[in-house]
């Protein structure tokens, strides 16, 4: 059977019940017959979840949807092409005509056994959330999604409601049983306590978080990352460039790798806005080398005028994560 001919129905019929007990932490062994090519990038596993992706990861948000369909289509296709293979969207990034789930579903209903992707669900409440996860199944013309994550943890308040009888966990766990979800995970850019409490409280499998900021007496790269490696997380990196529009003389390439020499950093989430911003990269990632301690912390140093920012845009309250208005 082709997989554009593979129902919803006939996903959950045949996958639910050998899915149910080991959907949590699936053996590498599941994925033996992995679709994904990586075309000899680097890679590394992803936590417990068996699957093993690219130290890069296309993010499909602001900047993604900042370019025509055409060329955002390209993107996709030349990243895949290159081994790029993990694709990060959120239900509400978009731009004033577009959302990214549905821009990514014009061309993942094609390619949807070679792709791992990721998407993200902002409400809390369970009836919100289950409308939402419904929604971007179908804006992306799939039967399932690889990752569902909690979208933007704020606050140690919501982070306790998660798991409540209506909150958004139980329902991200009723679709893991019926197949529709592979794997859970988390994300957020503006508590570092938050984030903490998320990965000490859940079993998720993933903690996307942002770096290269913090508020006063909160530490992202030392508070919520130990815990969530600790717990066998894949802990992604989100932000990572960001600094380089603030101050003067970071280079990109040396952010990157400053993120991907931090302990326990598994991959890092990349806007792509470009082919030539893409290729860039996956140059970057061919030659990787962890940079030396010294390196690291001549670059600690140039960051520190980052770190004390008090004016970073997703710091702010009203900040809507990955969305873009032409």
């Not at 955002?72 to 789930?101: M, V």
């Not at 419904?134 to 798991?163: A, M, N, P, W």
Request: aromatic content about 8%; cysteine-free.
């Amino acid at each position: 059977m082709k997989k554009k001919d593979f129902t919803r129905r006939d996903f959950i019929k045949t996958t639910s019940a050998a899915t149910a007990g080991a959907i949590l932490v699936p053996t590498t062994g599941s994925y033996s017959a992995s679709p994904y090519d990586a075309k000899g990038l680097p890679t590394t596993m992803l936590g417990k979840t068996g699957v093993r992706i690219p130290r890069l990861i296309l993010g499909l948000g602001s900047r993604f949807m900042a370019v025509e369909e055409e060329k955002g289509l390209e993107i996709l296709e030349t990243g895949l092409n290159k081994g790029l293979y993990y694709w990060d969207t959120a239900a509400q990034y978009k731009n004033d005509h577009e959302f990214s789930e549905e821009r990514i579903g014009k061309i993942l209903k094609s390619v949807r056994q070679k792709v791992f992707l990721a998407t993200k669900v902002g409400e809390r409440k369970a009836d919100d959330a289950k409308r939402t996860i419904e929604t971007s199944l179908k804006r992306l013309q799939t039967d399932y999604i690889d990752l569902f994550q909690v979208h933007s943890v704020t606050t140690e308040e919501e982070v306790k409601q998660f798991g409540a009888a209506d909150g958004v966990l139980p329902v991200l766990k009723k679709y893991q049983e019926e197949g529709v979800i592979r794997h859970i995970g988390f994300t957020g850019h503006t508590s570092a306590s938050a984030m903490k409490l998320a990965a000490e409280m859940y079993d998720f499998d993933t903690m996307l978080i942002a770096l290269n900021h913090q508020k006063e007496g909160q530490s992202f790269e030392e508070q919520p990352v130990p815990v969530a490696a600790k717990k066998g997380m894949g802990v992604l990196a989100m932000k990572v460039i960001r600094p380089r529009e603030t101050v003067n003389g970071l280079e990109p390439r040396d952010l990157v790798k400053y993120a991907l020499t931090l302990k326990d950093i598994t991959a890092a989430v990349i806007g792509t806005d470009s082919l030539d911003v893409m290729n860039e990269n996956i140059a970057i990632l061919k030659s990787f080398k962890p940079l030396s301690n010294e390196r690291m912390k001549e670059l600690r140093a140039s960051l520190d005028p980052f770190y004390r920012s008090k004016d970073l845009p997703w710091m702010q309250p009203g900040y809507h994560d990955g969305m873009h208005w032409a």
